[in-house]
T-cell receptor, first 115, second 115 residues
Framework: SAVISQKPSRDICQRGTSLTIQCQVDSQVTMMFWYRQQPGQSLTLIATANQGSEATYESGFVIDKFPISRPNLTFSTLTVSNMSPEDSSIYLC????????????FGQGTRLTVV | AQSVAQPEDQVNVAEGNPLTVKCTYSVSGNPYLFWYVQYPNRGLQFLLKYITGDNLVKGSYGFEAEFNKSQTSFHLKKPSALVSDSALYFCAVRDGGSTLGRLYFGRGTQLTVWP
């Protein structure tokens, strides 16, 4: 199984500011995924980040609000920009194992509270 | 379109009794099915998966799930529940024929096992 380190684990931020979440994996992976879990809700995919290309965003998510970097095959960042209380959620990064038929692995998540 | 339904927001069982957490799915290709568990302030932990083969799959912590193609279901079961099983459970599906790799999650079922 992969080891995924996600930082910070939690943060409380002022509205209008930005927070960058980091995700470090102990092995090289082609795709990394960023999910949002709003309070009491399921996980919603924000975007898929491939190394060497721009991230692919899901409907309802835009690059200006959630810019993503993928500088190499083991690291990615997600920034939540110009935050509002509605952005209060748990944000998780995820990867698949070596083969496409393996399960996904998740970071511990970043619990963001916007005040 | 891919989707997952978990019809019960909450399941309550007494310790020692069998438990079932229900999941039905819709996928355009071959279903890859997964169960994850989330404890408070933790990321998602993988429990078990169905890719191919036997319809009954066994996973971590004594959990098992049965794939039923005709009913498009993948219910999670455990013969004897423990108080420590109390957590939030997510069912997820992938289209096995897709290289995109994204997961579609149900809304989650909160399992409470009382002593």
């Amino acid at each position: 199984s992969a080891v995924i380190s996600q930082k910070p684990s939690r943060d409380i931020c002022q509205r209008g500011t930005s927070l960058t979440i980091q995700c470090q994996v102990d092995s090289q992976v082609t795709m990394m995924f960023w999910y949002r879990q709003q309070p009491g809700q399921s996980l919603t995919l924000i975007a898929t980040a491939n190394q060497g290309s721009e991230a692919t965003y899901e409907s309802g998510f835009v690059i200006d609000k959630f810019p993503i970097s993928r500088p190499n095959l083991t690291f990615s960042t997600l920034t939540v920009s110009n935050m509002s209380p509605e952005d209060s959620s748990i944000y998780l990064c995820s990867i698949f194992g070596q083969y496409m038929n393996t399960e996904a692995f998740f970071g511990q998540g970043t619990r963001l509270t916007v005040v | 379109a891919q989707s997952v339904a978990q019809p019960e927001d909450q399941v309550n069982v007494a310790e020692g009794n069998p438990l079932t957490v229900k999941c039905t799915y819709s996928v355009s290709g071959n279903p890859y099915l997964f169960w994850y568990v989330q404890y408070p302030n933790r990321g998602l932990q993988f429990l078990l998966k169905y890719i191919t083969g036997d319809n009954l799959v066994k996973g971590s912590y004594g959990f098992e799930a049965e794939f039923n193609k005709s009913q498009t279901s993948f219910h999670l079961k455990k013969p004897s529940a423990l108080v420590s099983d109390s957590a939030l459970y997510f069912c997820a599906v992938r289209d096995g024929g897709s290289t995109l790799g994204r997961l579609y999650f149900g809304r989650g079922t909160q399992l409470t096992v009382w002593p």
